[in-house]
C-alpha cells in the first residue's frame, strides 16, 4: 500500500473504487467499508483507494472547539496499511475546500483526481458544502458520470451501533475493554519520551515518561492500565499510569509506562504504547515504600492475567 501525504501528487489512468472519510480510529465500522472496497477492487480489477483528510474537518470548522482525536495521521495510515488498500491518499482539510459545492468536489476529487468507477460509503456520508448533500445526491452523480455508489450499513457490537464518538466517551470513563472492542483493535499512544522526575527509578520502576505526537490526541481517564510497548519494532508488557503522581505531590498530568523485563535508555525515543486495560485509580500513598509495594502486585497482577502478548 502506498501513502499518498500530498494527494496533489495522486494521478491514476486505471479506474478506481474509492471511500471517503476521516475514519479516525478506524473502528469496525470503518473496517467494513474498507473490507468492501477491497473486497469488490479483486473481483473488478478496480484499484482500491481511500481518500482521508488532514487536518480533521472540525479542527478547521470548528478551531474553539477541544479536539479529541482517537489516531494521528501516522497511526492511522499504520492501521490502514493493514487492511489491503492499494492507496491511501491524503488531502489538506481547507476553509476553501469545505466550500466546494456538491458538484465541485464530485468533479474535482471523485472524477479529475480518483478516476471513481465505484464509491463506498458509510451509512452518514456526507458531501460538499455544510455536508449538505447525501448519498442520494451522491447517486445522482454517479448517474450523471457513470459511477456506482454502494451504501454500508452501521455496524453493530452488542446491539449498538458502533461510532467514533462512543469511543470517545469509552476512553474518558476508562472504559478501555469497550472502546477496544469498537475499534477492533488497541487504542494506542505514540510520542517521544521525555526526561520525568525519575522517581520510579528509585524503587525499582523506572518509567519513561511520553510526550504525545499530537495534542489534539484524547487521552483516556487517569489510572493504572496493562500495556504493551513497541520499542524498536519488538512488543514487551507494562504498565501505564495516567495522572499527577500524587505520592510525590506531582502536580501536571503525565504519562508513564513501565516496560517489564527491559533495561535501557530510551530517552528521546519514540514508542508506541497499546493500552490493554484499566484495573485501577491512581492512589496517593503514604510512602515510597507503600508505592513500591503496590506496583509489585500490579506487575504480577500483569504478568498472570497479560502473560502472552498480543501484537
Sequence with gaps: ?????????????????????????????????????????????????????????????????????????????????????????????????????????VEAMLLDMLNTKEIVIGHNHRFGKNRAAAADVLEHFGNIYDFSVTRISAQQLNNVSISSTKIRAALSAGDIATANAYLGHPFTLTGTVVKGQEKGRTIGFPTANILVDDTDKIIPKEGVYAAQVNIENKWYLGMMNIGTNPTVNGQQQSLEVHVIDWSGNLYEQRIQVAILDRFRDEVRFDSMADLQEQLKKDKDFILTDYKTLTL
Design 1 to 105: 500500500m502506498s501513502i499518498i501525504r500530498n494527494s496533489a501528487t495522486f494521478s491514476t489512468s486505471k479506474k478506481t473504487i474509492v471511500t471517503v472519510g476521516t475514519f479516525d480510529g478506524v473502528h469496525l465500522g470503518h473496517q467494513e467499508i474498507i473490507t468492501q472496497v477491497v473486497e469488490r477492487a479483486e473481483k473488478s480489477g478496480l484499484t482500491a483507494v481511500l481518500l482521508t483528510f488532514d487536518p480533521h474537518p472540525r479542527k478547521v470548522l470548528q478551531p474553539n472547539a477541544p479536539m479529541s482525536l482517537i489516531q494521528t495521521l501516522e497511526e492511522r495510515a499504520n492501521t490502514l496499511a493493514r487492511l489491503g488498500l492499494d492507496h491511501v491518499v491524503v488531502h489538506p482539510f481547507t476553509k476553501s475546500f469545505s466550500q466546494l459545492s456538491a458538484a465541485a468536489y
